[in-house]
């Protein structure tokens, strides 16, 4: 897979270039080679003001087809979201297709479409967005190198963005993005989002790395609201990357059916290599 939710959140490979420009570090970071499929039971943490914490957990499944990666999630617990689920189809940015996102909610019994000018709401009450589960455009914002900084102690480019058209902003709600860069690894530290007064009101961060079969991954992504003081985490469990899953468990139908296990390891077919 190229790059997907674990999107958002997952991302390695090296710079084998000392000054690349902004777009190279991205579109390096967007098409590092990480697998041709994921599996990992997530907990998405919600924390209010006063640092109580709500706790929910998915199963997340990412693999790749011929003209598209497959993102599937299903909510599992707590009680208010148990049977929830979400797909995503992530498209080539050269083919100009827009990513496709649904919900469906048990209660209603209806699949709902995220639309465009939607992805900029809250994923789950979380501080994510369903704009940050998708994959990094690059033709979205004219990004430059604005420098290098040490965060946690891990060599970093520093790059800004600044949206190419009213309609990225409409849609991601960003005005402006600055993003942090580890050089080796490449994944984003941290990332901060500015308002239309050039206000920060938004940061995610990699709390923790790790080494996963060989390729760098993000297990633990926190986005903080710094208008609320309300943050999210995401921790990845039980990740493994380059199994076999049926390609059924990537479709409208199985939106509706969920998944009737007891362990993540019984979506795995077998090891495809």
Known sequence: MKKGIVAALLFSSFLSHANPDADSILTSVRDRDDGHSYISDVELNLINSDGNVRARNMYMLQKDSDDKEMTYIYFYDSVDVRGVSFLMYTYPEQTGSADDQWLYLPAFRKIRRIGSNDKRGSFMGSTFSYYDLDKIRIGDYQSTVVGEEIIDGRETWVIEQ??????VINKTGYHKVKRWVDKERE???RSDYFDAKEVLFKRQEA?????VQGIWTITNARTINLVNDTSSEMIFNNLEYN???????FSKRALKNGLKISSIKELIQGDEG
């Open 162 to 167: 600044i949206p190419s058209s009213q309609e």
């Open 243 to 249: 199994v076999g899953l049926d390609n059924n468990k």
């Open 207 to 211: 709390i923790e790395v790790e080494a």
């Open 187 to 189: 994944i984003f530290v």
